[in-house]
């Protein structure tokens, strides 16, 4: 039988964020379904292409650990030795549509939230050594075994052995081990120390990763979007006291020019800047990923035979939200004819589309907006 990829918690949504989110790991037993796809042969394929972005990481406690970086060619897989290597794909959701649809299964978090799958192969004794992120993950066991040990919650300032690319912990104090089977899920917060041994060959795991954009980023998007076509507008000062300090700057006047300054920022220009941002898809590092030329065929077969009542889906390589505006796609703005209004939320708050429902959400403009973005490959047919 053919299924979707599927995760549930197993504890209200709101208990959820409210006790594990960005706090503390959750061990869900027998929580995900629909993990077959991609097999390890589609896997290791993936890695071979060109803007594609994946590591081999060789490596075990007392063996020393090398990291290499593709894309790979077939004769890198056939030299590997029989045990302690990984192979880490990123971004998989991006590339094959039907993984891209265990997101669905996140909606208890907002889809700019969301970054990426990636997904890792290894063989007996495989890992990628004790570390810790900067980002949430869940950690779901599609096939195989691997033993998970947690240590503390690091930081910066947390001792690293010396490795110039993988930034592995000198020491990782055991707080807890869990041995998760197929179906077994298990979510990081960021900081937390962890290390995921392979305990057999064919040890599959999904990380679901999640975007959390640096600040200074943030602060950046919004100031080049507030200054776009500004009119320039002096600091102004009617009714002002008599200066206290004749020499410097008062306090009255540093909130006076900051708040002057901060008036750029509008919300109705902040909010353009940050749908723009959060709807672009991910950027790599400088190994990729570049999707732009990556066409990947959808396995419309298999999802048809999963969801029956489905008649379009998401490319998974499309990044959306929708606001009163209209749609984001992938960073670009759309607005919606007058016809439509509904269909940038219904199409950016769900992966796979029913015929009934998009014919509620879209009119006459509308569909012919959305024939457009399945010609442009945003969307592919079920039909
Ligand atoms: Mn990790």
């Known amino acids: 039988m053919s299924t979707l990829p599927r995760f549930t918690l197993p504890l209200p949504a709101a208990d959820f964020l409210r006790d594990y989110w960005q706090r503390k ?23 071979l292409e060109e803007g594609v972005e994946s590591r081999l990481i060789m490596g075990a406690q007392d063996s020393p650990w090398t990291l290499r970086h593709g894309p790979f060619d077939e004769d890198d897989f056939r030299t590997l030795p029989e045990q302690n290597w990984t192979l880490l794909v990123q971004s998989v959701d991006y590339c094959l549509t039907e993984v891209s649809l265990l997101l669905d299964s996140f909606d208890f978090l907002p889809p700019w939230r969301l970054e990426d799958i990636m997904i890792s192969y290894a063989v007996r004794g495989g890992s990628v050594g004790p570390h810790f992120d900067q980002y949430d993950v869940f950690l779901i066991q599609a096939s195989g075994q691997r033993r ?21 912990l000198a020491d990782m104090p ?11 899920v298990l979510y990081i917060p960021p900081g937390v120390a962890h290390w995921g041994i392979a305990e057999d060959d064919d040890c599959v795991t999904w990380s679901v990763g999640f975007r959390a954009p640096r600040r200074a980023d943030l602060l950046a998007r919004l100031t080049d979007e507030c200054l776009a076509d500004m009119p320039e507008t002096l600091f102004t000062d009617p009714g002002r006291d008599l200066p206290q300090d004749a020499a410097g700057l008062s306090d009255a006047d540093v909130q006076a ?32 990923p570049d999707f732009a030329g990556l066409d990947f065929e959808v396995d419309t077969g298999h999802i048809r035979a ?77 039909e």
């Open 257 to 288: 020019l900051t708040e002057q300054a901060l008036s750029l920022l509008t919300p109705e220009r902040t909010r353009r800047a940050l749908m723009q941002l959060l709807s672009e898809p991910r950027q790599g590092n400088q190994n990729g």
């Open 25 to 47: 790991p959750l061990l869900a037993r027998a929580s995900a379904t629909g993990l077959a796809i991609p097999d390890p042969d589609t896997l290791a394929g993936l890695a």
């Open 306 to 382: 999963a969801a029956p009542h489905a008649t379009l889906v998401r490319r998974g390589s499309t990044r959306l939200l929708a606001d009163a505006s209209g749609l984001w796609l992938n960073g670009e703005h759309v607005p919606l004819p007058d016809d439509s209004r509904g269909l940038g939320t219904y199409l950016a708050s769900r992966r796979l589309y029913d015929a009934p429902s998009l014919a509620q959400h879209a009119g006459e403009a509308g569909m012919e907006l959305l024939n457009e973005w399945i010609e442009q490959g945003f969307f592919v047919s079920l």
């Open 148 to 168: 998970w040990q947690l240590g503390p919650a690091c930081d910066a300032d947390t001792p690293l052995q010396p490795h110039d690319s993988l930034r592995l």
């Open 174 to 184: 055991v707080q807890e081990e869990h041995l998760l089977g197929p179906g077994d």
